[in-house]
Structure formats: structure tokens, C-alpha cells
């Protein structure tokens, strides 16, 4: 027999930040919603722990910006780009707190915390939560319909319409006929760990050196988030049983200040190590059916290398919940404006991820050339550190000149 759940206007499938944000946003707002997330319980699954603050701001105006707070959202206030071609004290740091008012710097924090927050607001706002949910089927049309198992029972439900969130998956895309390009420039890994007491805790490293490209967000109380993006001939470089073992150890790091000893000499792991290949993804098809809308990672994304999905997920999210509370036309024509504006967006991130790869994601003798070249430039013209912005800043309000072929010859060309 199957439970069929009557009365519902949203489905959301996904209940990671965007669908999780969405949830309680829309149930906020007077909307009955059911989220549905494949999980028991949430767990660390390594990326998506760092925010900026332009999306920040997006949490904020959906709601949401508590449950960074408290899951252990930890503010970082500089940022120093290390490097092999300079040395440790010559390294750049940038004041990150002054880009957004009323914002701060940007964030680092346990993802499966902050998820798991979002959703016990949206539960305790009025939502369905259900965790656990397996089988999902998502069927688009003036009436869609989804269908799912949860502890051995059936369920259906006939929403208005259905939210997909499940992310890098695609499970939503793919069954309402929405299929992904894909690139991969690189790839990259992940570790939490604790221990890291001698490292400034309001200070996020990044730098490249051999061929590792670094990072080093902090999360408060000596945790950290390591990553590490390398070469895609050397994808099974950390695994195996000595892996966490090999990731730490290549933080020792000329780059860094005393060899990156607070680092690898301190370092513990408190989660797992991931790897994965870092995709940009493409759709080929509408993101937006009659039924169904499509948000965050599942819509497609930009290079990881970047650090925006999170902060385009909310995006998405809020534009997507001010469609639906603002009015009753739900058609897909109603999402004429979001898709624009997504296009736009992403547009640009693509352009800007595509440059900071090229910079800092690939090695060798001409890759680190090629970034000593464009740090004098810099150094000598502070518009050709634009496409940086876009950690900072959302999208529309970088210089329009960073996204042009000119604007990349004259930052990669051999003589500057």
C-alpha cells in the first residue's frame, strides 16, 4: 500500500544547503513542504565548507544565516596567497572583512552541521523532513509526482511543484531528462583535522608548489580543512590505507612559513579523506520543466578551484523561493528571470574558475613562470587581480572587462 501525501506544494529533493535553505525558506513563507534527503543521518562529505561573503549575504536573506552560526561557522578574516616563486614573507594577504557590508569575511565550517541545522528549522517551521528517503522518482508535468521509499513503506506525492537539490548527482536532472557536459581540469582532495594550534586562525592559506595546489581553511579551535588539488596523472596518489598519512606530509611546503611545520607537524585527522576529480558541469537541457526547477550543483557548476557553489546554491535557492512566494504562476515561465540571471552569473564564474585553474592548477617550471609573470602584473595594476573578486563579491558587481579573451591574453601572455 502507498502513503500518499495530499495538500503538498513543494517537494524538495536534496537537503543539502540548497535544498535545505529552500525548505526553510519556503515553509517560513506559508508554503507546505516535504524535503527529502537519502541520508539517516547527516554526514562529512568534505567539500562545501567554505562560503563567501556575497553568499552569506544570500543566507541572510533567506533566513538561514543562524545555522552557520551555530554549526560552527568560523569567520576568516585574511587571506595569503603563498606560492613557489616568492618567499614565505613576500607572500600577499588580503583584509577579506571589506568587500561586503555588514558581512564580514567569509566562512569555513563542518557542512553536515550546518545541513542538519537548516533542516531541524525547516522541520520546526512546519515541513515534512524526511531522512532516509530512498528510491526517489521525480516524474515532471502540470502535475508531477514523486515517489519514494522510506522504511519499507511507498509514498507519493502530487506537489505543485518538485525542487531539485540533490546536487553532483543529478538524480532529478537526469530523470526529468536533463543531461550534464562535463570538464575536468584537475582534480583535488580533502581531509578535517585538528591539532593545528600554532596556525593563525583567522588567516586561509592558498598556494601552489610542484605540483600541488594548497589550501588551509581554518574552523576555530585548531580545526582545519586541508585541501590539496593535483594533476589528474596523479589521481591514486592518496589512496590507499597510507593516504591521510601522504596528504598531511605534503604540507611540508618551502612556500609556507617554517616549511608548513604547524601543518604537517601537527595535523590529525577527524574525518575522512575524499577525492574526486573536479568537474564543471554544463546542462544540455532547460534546468526549469513544466513541475520541476533545478538548484544548485544540479543545475550545473563552476570549477571547484573557485570556492562558489555554495554561495550559488543560496543564490538559486532565493531567487527560485522568491518566485514561488511571490506570486501564483508557477509555470516555467515564471522562471524566465532566474534563468537569466543563472546564465549571466555562471557565465562569469566559469570564465573566472577557468583563469584562477590555469593559474594556480597546473605545474611545472612554465605554469610557475607563468604565475610569477601575472603577480608582477598585478602587483604593478590592481585590475588584473579582478576575476579574484569573485570570491569576494557576487558576479554583476565585478568589472565587466575580467571576462574577456583580451583580459586573459594580456594575463598569460609571456612578456607582461
Known sequence: MTVEHNGIDVVVVGGGIAGASAAANLVLNGLSVVLLEKQETYQDIVRGEWIAPWGLREAQTLGVEEAFG????????????????????????????????????????????????????????????VMGAQRVRVTAGTIPEVRWTHAGQEHLAKPRIVIGATGRGCTVGRQVGVSMATSVHHWGGGLRVTGLDDWPMDVQAMGTEDEKMFMVFPQGDGNARLYINFPTANRKLYQGPEGERRFIADFELASLPDRGKAV??????????KLWPSVAMFPEQPIVLDGVVLVGDEAGNADTVLGTGLSCSLRDTRAVCEVLTGGDDWSPAAFEGYLAERKFRMDRLHFG????????????????????????????????????????????????????EFFAERLFRERA
Open 70 to 129: 551555530l554549526g560552527g561557522a568560523w569567520e576568516i578574516r585574511e587571506w595569503t596567497q603563498w606560492d613557489e616563486t616568492v618567499a614565505p614573507a613576500e607572500a600577499e594577504t588580503v583584509d577579506m572583512t571589506r568587500f561586503v557590508p555588514g558581512v564580514g569575511g567569509p566562512m569555513s565550517f563542518p557542512h553536515h552541521e550546518v545541513c542538519a541545522l537548516m533542516a531541524e528549522q525547516a522541520e520546526d517551521d512546519g515541513a515534512e523532513v
Open 264 to 273: 604537517y607537524g601537527a595535523a590529525k585527522p577527524i574525518g575522512p579523506l
Open 353 to 404: 574558475a577557468g583563469i584562477i585553474a590555469k593559474l594556480h592548477c597546473e605545474f611545472g617550471p612554465v605554469a610557475a613562470e607563468r604565475r610569477r609573470r601575472a603577480r608582477e602584473l598585478m602587483a604593478d595594476n590592481f585590475a588584473a587581480s579582478v576575476t579574484g573578486l569573485l570570491n569576494m563579491v557576487p558576479p554583476e558587481d565585478v568589472p565587466e572587462f575580467g571576462f574577456s
